[in-house]
């Protein structure tokens, strides 16, 4: 839990090395105000009296069978058999006869 005293440089640091991101130490208390206003405007929402509202998991729930804003409606989640591995496999440019190689892109 984050004490009263807000998001510490150590903290974003922290973050940004768990996001892999790199500021430099200008960007660091830009970033630790910007955290702290998060957390400011979570703190105002957590004031809120919702307790006549009902929860909800997904927002498409509200929407029900009405069109979305494309006037067309959100599609059936349906299960549908998906493609065949071995058939697959072998389009592959390298794979371990299981699973696509790819290329490494993140680099620490």
């Known amino acids: 839990m984050r004490d009263q005293r807000g998001v510490t440089i150590e903290v974003v640091c922290r973050v940004a090395e768990l996001a892999n991101l790199e500021l430099t130490p200008e960007e660091e208390p830009r970033m630790q105000r910007d955290l702290n206003a998060i957390l400011g405007y ?3 929402l957590n004031e809120l009296n919702t307790s006549g509202i009902p929860a909800m998991a997904q927002v498409s729930e509200m929407l ?8 067309s409606l959100l599609r059936a989640d349906v299960v549908v058999r998906s493609l065949d591995r071995a058939a697959v496999m072998p389009e592959a440019p390298e794979s371990d ?12």
Not at 97 to 108: A, C, H, L, Q
């Open 42 to 44: 979570i703190a105002q």
């Open 64 to 71: 029900g069978g009405v069109p979305n804003d494309k006037g």
């Open 97 to 108: 006869g299981r699973f696509y190689k790819v290329p490494k892109v993140i680099e620490r």
